[in-house]
């Protein structure tokens, strides 16, 4: 606690950029912008798209991502993902988490003025902030269509029921993150969370620039256009301390799947595409113990676009 308080004040003391560059930024963020789409069909080619093939759902967006103390040292994966994120065809923009409320009031006039789904993700005290801005955007009665939190603060606030969907990643014997973030009484979001404590080869330092981190994100943010916010199912909650050596997966949240006869965790993970473990630390139960027809178990699931969707549920690899 004494290290991240140090930490925090290093950075109050001499990274707040100047409210004016920062209002310029949010006014007019060039670096936010995607880049220019190549052209659908190879140069010298005549070819026209398949009226046939139906156009798919164009990424939008706006991402805000927010460093933590010391962030242009320590958390430069929040650049490289806003990257990621550009390249993808949404706008990004990156800043310290010194000044959130600066970067939430200008988002907010940015959504009156043309409503888009919301992006927040944040490392160390930038996943505070991140959820900081969730908080005054339910004020202005605005959904966060996804809040990602890496590895943020103890003293970052419960998820609001604003928030569609929600995933944490941190290191729970972190003294400089660490944070355990729970949902707000009467979340009904898509929620989950990650502690790496188990992988020795994450820190705090380095959780914020794992590509395949990266990657989940990115496409996730991309389905975003295509997924609705809620399903016909329920969505459970997913806590997990992710095994070591295990692949990190992020789910976004849980679904009740009913048991056949003679099934067992072993038999839905196979049917699933799933590991065990990722079944056998929500359901309570011994990995090898029959289950009765009809008994209701938690699988996790992926989100998807619902033209992508075939199963009951879209978990496959």
Not at 21 to 29: K, L, N, Y
Not at 109 to 120: G, N, S
Not at 185 to 211: C, N, Q, T, W
Request: glycine share 6%; aromatic share 6%; charged share 20%.
């Amino acid at each position: 606690m004494f290290a991240w308080l140090a930490c925090a004040h290093l950075a109050i003391a001499g990274q707040i950029p100047a409210t004016e560059r920062v209002a310029a930024q949010i006014a007019d963020d060039r670096s936010a912008l995607p880049p220019k789409a190549a052209p659908d069909t190879p140069r010298g080619s005549a070819a026209a798209p398949s009226q046939n093939v139906p156009s798919p759902i164009p990424p939008r967006g706006r991402a805000y991502l927010f460093r933590g103390a010391m962030g242009l040292i320590f958390s430069r994966g929040m650049d490289a993902l806003a990257e990621k994120i550009r390249r993808a065809g949404i706008a990004a923009s990156v800043y310290e988490f010194t000044v959130c409320d600066l970067v939430t009031a200008g988002a907010i006039e940015k959504y009156r003025q043309d409503p888009a789904p919301i992006v927040l993700i944040g490392h160390s005290m930038g996943g505070r902030c991140a959820l900081q801005f969730s908080e005054k955007l339910r004020d202005e009665g605005i959904q966060a269509s996804l809040v990602v939190t890496i590895d943020p603060a103890h003293l970052s606030p419960e998820v609001p029921l604003n928030v569609e969907r929600f995933i944490n990643i941190f290191l729970s014997k972190d003294v400089l993150g660490g944070g355990d973030i729970k949902p707000a009484p009467g979340f009904h979001g898509h929620f989950a969370s990650y502690d790496l404590a188990r992988h020795d080869e994450v820190s705090h330092i380095k959780i914020d620039k794992l590509d395949q981190i990266h990657q989940q994100l990115v496409a996730k943010i991309v389905q975003l256009a295509a997924t609705p916010a809620r399903d016909d199912g329920e969505a459970l909650p997913l806590r997990y301390v992710v095994p070591p050596k295990a692949e990190i997966e992020l789910w976004d949240s849980g679904v009740t799947a009913a048991a056949r006869t003679g099934d067992t965790l072993q038999t839905l993970a196979e049917q699933y595409h799933l590991p065990l473990w990722s079944l056998a630390e929500v359901n309570p139960m011994p990995e090898n113990a029959l289950l009765a027809a009809g008994e209701r178990v938690i699988v996790p699931r992926q989100l998807a676009p619902p033209a992508a969707v075939s199963e009951p549920i879209s978990s496959r690899h």
